[in-house]
């Protein structure tokens, strides 16, 4: 069973700041891993995607690695703003057909200007 | 192009009772999803209709359960309602084959 895995709980981090969100999954047989973002109340707004067969996808301040063979992930995000405060999630699609999603509980990062 | 749709966005229901929850889809999307999202337990995966089939099921409770239509509307419903059932439940929807999901912003059930 795919359990997947993100500590810290909660970052408070001061504006500017780089930081790396971590994500590990249990099993490797991944088909891709997706990085959400979610505010309060709200639902999830995707962020990147990695196929299996990547190694890393950008898209702005947002950089996200994949190491399939460690089982782990990380969402970097450069010069941090108070407008990234939010919960971050990843998510893992197992391979094969009609694969659902398995979570992380997700990061709830906080950006103090 | 509009996004996901839930309706309703709250509702407040007594032990007991049913709940019917209502997704559309983004325009072209056939496959829809529906998560539990719970402080306790995170985002849980509750089932999948494709072409009005249900394709993928989750760990819940026969009382959960759901169905699509050919427009690829989505309803999932909660019969016998307990406490625990509180949650936000959110709705998601792709392209056939398609890896990304698309979410809805959520109906938040209170169940008192």
């Known amino acids: 069973k795919q359990e997947v895995t993100q500590i810290p709980a909660a970052l408070s981090v001061p504006e500017g700041e780089n930081l790396v969100l971590n994500c590990s999954f249990t099993d490797s047989a991944i088909y891709n891993l997706q990085w959400f973002r979610q505010d309060p109340g709200k639902g999830l707004t995707s962020l990147l995607l990695?196929?299996?067969?990547?190694r890393e996808q950008t898209s702005g301040r947002l950089n996200a690695s994949l190491d399939k063979s460690s089982g782990r992930s990380t969402l970097y995000i450069a010069a941090s703003q108070p407008g990234d405060s939010a919960t971050y999630l990843c998510?893992?699609?197992?391979?094969?057909?009609?694969?659902?999603?398995?979570f992380g509980k997700g990061i709830t990062l906080s950006v103090r200007p | 192009k509009a996004g996901v749709t839930q309706t309703p966005r709250y509702l407040i229901k007594t032990r007991g009772q049913q709940v019917t929850l209502s997704c559309s889809p983004i325009s072209g999307h056939r496959s829809v999803s529906w998560y539990q999202q719970t402080p306790g337990q995170g985002l849980q995966f509750l089932f999948e209709?494709?072409?009005?089939?249900?394709?993928n099921k989750g760990n819940f409770p026969g009382r959960f359960s759901g169905r699509q239509f050919s427009n690829s509307r989505s309803e999932m419903n909660v019969s016998t309602l307990e406490l625990g059932d509180s949650a936000l439940y959110l709705c998601?929807?792709?392209?056939?084959?398609?890896?990304?999901?698309?979410f809805g912003p959520g109906t938040r059930l209170t169940v008192l």
């Open positions: 998510a893992v699609k197992r391979s094969g057909a009609n694969s659902k999603l398995t």
């Open positions: 990695i196929q299996s067969s990547q």
């Open positions: 209709y494709f072409s009005e089939t249900q394709r």
């Open positions: 998601a929807s792709s392209l056939p084959a398609a890896d990304t999901q698309y």
